[in-house]
Every structure is written in C-alpha cells, then in structure tokens.
C-alpha cells in the first residue's frame, strides 16, 4: 500500500497514521459543534476568549493539543453544563494515548487505523455486513484469505500475516472478561454462502459464529436472498456508539480506496433507522443460529 492515504473525521484529516489520536480528534469536533451551537463564529469565539482565531482552530481542528486551564475557558464560554464536562476532561487527558494498533502503523492504512481505535473506545456496534463476515467475527484462516483478496497480490505474506494478527487482536473487545463490546451483525446471506477458502474454512468460520452467537454480548441475524431489496443495498456500514455522553455515535462506512465517517446527527439518524429496518427484515438470532448450523452441516 504505497500511496497516501486519508481519512477525513469532521474537518480533521490524517495522513500515514503520524496524526493526532482519534481521541484528540473526536474532542476537537466536540469543542467545533459546541461553538456552532452557541452560534459563535471562530473570530467571536477567539475575541471572547482572548486568543487568536488561528488559535482556536488549531485546537478544533487537532493540530495542537489542550490543556486543562485552556478546556476549561472554553466550557465556560460554551455554557457546557457541569455534568458533561468531566468527560471532555477525561478525553484531553487521554488524547495523547495510543494502543497496541501502534506496533502496527507501518502496515495499516491510517483510514484502518483511525477505525480500530474508534472501534476499541465504543460500547455498542451494531454494523450491516454484505460481503464478507465482520472482521470482529473471522477465524483466522478467513480472515487471512480475505486480506489476501484485498491486497491483490500487492504485499508480502509477511504484510498479510501482520494484518491478519490485527484483525484477530480486534476479537478480544468481545472477548473480555470486563464490559464486553457489546455487538449486533445483521449479516447477509451472500456474506455466509460467499466462499471464501476452502470448505473447511468456510466450517471453521460458521461453527465460530455459531460460538459467538451464544454470547450475551453478541447478536447474529441473518438476512435472507427472499427478502430482496432493503435499506443497505449501497453497501457495509457500522454505527459505533460510545460508553460517555459527551462522544457523539459515528457510523462508519467502508469502501474499496476509502472510507467514510458520518457524524451529522441527521445522517446517523438515518442510518439508525435502516439498521432498524434491516434487523426486522432478518431472521431472528434462532432462526439465524440454525440457518449457520444447516450451512455448518452442509460444509462436512
């Protein structure tokens, strides 16, 4: 992957992963729609606060960090309300901390990158898989053979093994003894009877979903060929949501050279309500299991 590559979060763009956090990211567009919503303009802001208006969007936009004092002056002049701003304190603190995707940078695109650290800090996902089963779920194999796909020949096997450990690292969020991910697949049909490998991975991959599908944290429908158009024809897309009130929900929407990030509340509204329209289309998480199981047997 040797051309640049970016992702665009709010008006923050990152180039090649050595940009600031997604943390410091997200508190920056927090502190940009608290401004918009006081109807304040850069320069009205800037005035009120004493600083430069470069100033001001240096720190909306991630270029700079915040300190605590200099937070503070601007929850002032927002009128946040005390109980929101432990949390935005908590996110400056944290804006400079990075995770173990970091030992990675040098084989991940920063648009991926960018996704696993928003993925790490959610509560809830609840994603619309079309293709192929969501990274989260993938046994090894599968996930090895679809980064090999995805690569098209263009990296080394030593790039494809390092890519396949960051997607099997992503599994321990549902796998953790403390506040599990809690998450929601409706997947479709073609994304299950789509081989991908052999017919032994394809096995190996429906008992593992089946494994997952007994979790509490965990919910797998299926969404029938017979149901025939629906609300996601357009494509894959997960809407994450955030353990503290202050960090808005994001969906995520991925493409081929690309991916997206929606945070308009109108915008993820709608996505909301396809996912919603989607998981009563499918099959319930019973119905869902045996479809798997009759899939699992067929593979033997």
């Not at 997200?26 to 940009?32: M, P, V």
């Not at 979903?209 to 629906?230: C, M, S, W, Y």
């Not at 969906?251 to 989607?278: K, M, Q």
Request: net charge negative; glycine share 6%.
């Amino acid at each position: 992957m040797g051309g640049t590559l970016c992702v665009t979060i709010g008006e923050v763009s990152v180039t090649n992963g050595r940009g600031p956090t997604v943390r410091r990211r997200r508190l920056a567009g927090e502190l940009r729609r608290l401004r918009e919503r006081k109807e304040l303009t850069l320069e009205d802001a800037a005035e009120r606060l004493g600083w430069s208006a470069a100033k001001v969007s240096r720190i909306e936009t991630a270029r700079v960090g915040i300190t605590s004092p200099d937070l503070t002056r601007m929850l002032d002049l927002y009128e946040l309300a005390n109980d929101r701003r432990a949390g935005l304190h908590a996110l400056a603190r944290t804006a400079r901390t990075r995770g173990w995707w970091d030992a990675y940078a040098d084989s991940l695109p920063s648009d991926y990158s960018a996704y696993i650290q928003l993925e790490a800090d959610a509560a809830f996902i609840r994603s619309y898989d079309g293709m192929i089963v969501h990274g989260l779920l993938q046994t090894d194999e599968y996930a090895r053979e679809i980064i090999r796909a995805a690569l098209m020949g263009m990296s080394s096997p030593a790039e494809v093994e390092r890519r396949m450990e960051v997607r099997i690292t992503r599994q321990r969020l549902l796998l953790r003894d403390e506040s599990p991910l809690r998450f929601w697949t409706v997947v479709d049909e073609a994304a299950l009877t789509r081989r991908v490998g052999s017919e032994a991975i394809m096995r190996e991959q429906y008992e593992r979903l089946l494994e997952f599908a007994d979790r509490d944290n965990v919910t797998i429908q299926v969404l029938p060929f017979a149901k025939g158009a629906h609300p996601a024809t357009a494509g894959t897309f997960a809407l994450l949501e955030f353990r503290e009130t202050h960090d808005p929900n994001v969906v995520y929407v991925e493409g081929t050279t690309s991916n997206l990030y929606v945070e308009s509340d109108a915008e993820i509204y709608r996505y909301s309500l396809a996912f919603d329209h989607l998981r009563a289309m499918a099959l319930d998480p019973d119905e869902s299991r045996r479809l798997i199981a009759r899939l699992a047997e067929g593979s033997r």
